[in-house]
C-alpha cells in the first residue's frame, strides 16, 4: 500500500515555465512534509520542507502549497531553469515513529533551453 | 570532508562473495540510516541507528547485516547477496530534534 503518491512520473517544461508535482497522502497523523531534490550520482537533498499549521511556504523560486482537507501538497518551481534538471521526491512522516519518511516514486524534472 | 560520506562509490559482486559498504558522517548527527534505491519504487527504509542503537529494521533479509560502532561511522555488511539486491545504497544522518535527513551520493552496487 502506497501511502504517498506522486504524480506525474516524468515532467517536461521548458526554460522559464513552471513546473507543478503533485503528491496525495493517506495518513491523516502526518505532519512534515519535504520535498527532495536528487540528480544524478547524488544522494536526495532537502529543497523545502512545510508542516500542515500553513498552507504555502515559499524559498525563493520553489513554493510548497498544502491542502490539509484534500490531503495533498504540491511543489512549484517558478521560471523553471535547465539547472532544475533532476528528480524529486515528496514524503511525509509523523513524530513518534522514529521520524521514519514515507517516500512518494518520485518525477523526473527535465527543463529544455 | 564534509556531510555524509560513503565508500565504495561503486562495487560489483558475485553472489558468494562478502563486502562491506561504509557511511561517515560529519554532521555530529545522531541518527543514521540506510536506504535501498530501485528504479520505480519509493525508496525503501532498511535500518535506522539512534545513539548506535538499532531502533528500526524493516524486515530486511540476513544477508544485510548493519553495524553502528558510534554515532558517526554505519556500516552494512552483505553477504550472499542476489541479482534484485542490485540498487542504490544511501546512507542518512539525522539531528534527533530535526526531521531534515541529510543523505550521502550513494554506493551503486551490482550482483552478479
Known amino acids: 500500500q502506497q501511502q504517498v503518491k506522486q504524480s506525474p512520473q516524468s515532467l517536461i517544461v521548458q526554460k522559464g515555465g513552471i513546473s507543478i508535482i503533485n503528491c496525495a497522502y493517506e495518513n491523516t497523523a502526518f505532519d512534515y512534509f519535504p520535498w527532495y531534490q536528487q540528480f544524478p550520482g547524488k544522494g536526495p537533498a532537502l529543497l523545502i520542507a512545510i508542516r500542515p499549521d500553513v498552507s504555502e511556504k515559499k524559498e525563493g523560486r520553489f513554493t510548497i502549497s498544502f491542502n490539509k482537507s484534500a490531503k495533498q501538497f504540491s511543489l512549484h518551481i517558478m521560471d523553471s531553469q535547465p539547472g532544475d534538471s533532476a528528480t524529486y521526491f515528496c514524503a511525509a512522516s509523523r513524530a513518534g515513529n522514529n521520524r521514519k519518511l514515507i517516500w512518494g516514486l518520485g518525477t523526473s524534472l527535465a527543463v529544455n533551453p | 570532508e564534509t556531510g555524509v560520506t560513503q565508500t565504495p562509490r561503486h562495487l560489483v559482486m558475485g553472489m558468494t562473495n562478502k563486502k562491506s559498504l561504509k557511511c561517515e558522517q560529519h554532521l555530529g548527527h545522531n541518527a543514521m540510516y540506510w536506504y535501498k534505491q530501485s528504479a520505480k519504487k519509493p525508496l525503501e527504509l532498511m535500518f535506522v541507528?539512534?545513539?548506535?542503537?538499532?531502533?528500526e529494521n524493516n524486515s530486511v533479509p540476513s544477508r544485510f547485516s548493519p553495524e553502528c560502532p558510534n554515532s558517526s561511522h554505519l556500516f552494512l555488511h552483505l553477504h550472499t547477496l542476489q541479482p534484485e539486491d542490485s540498487a542504490l545504497y544511501l546512507c542518512?544522518?539525522?539531528?534527533?530534534?530535526?526531521?531534515?535527513?541529510?543523505f550521502g551520493p550513494g554506493t551503486r552496487l551490482t550482483v552478479l
Open positions: 541507528y539512534n545513539f548506535k542503537e538499532q531502533t
Open positions: 542518512a544522518s539525522s539531528s534527533l530534534d530535526t526531521d531534515t535527513q541529510y
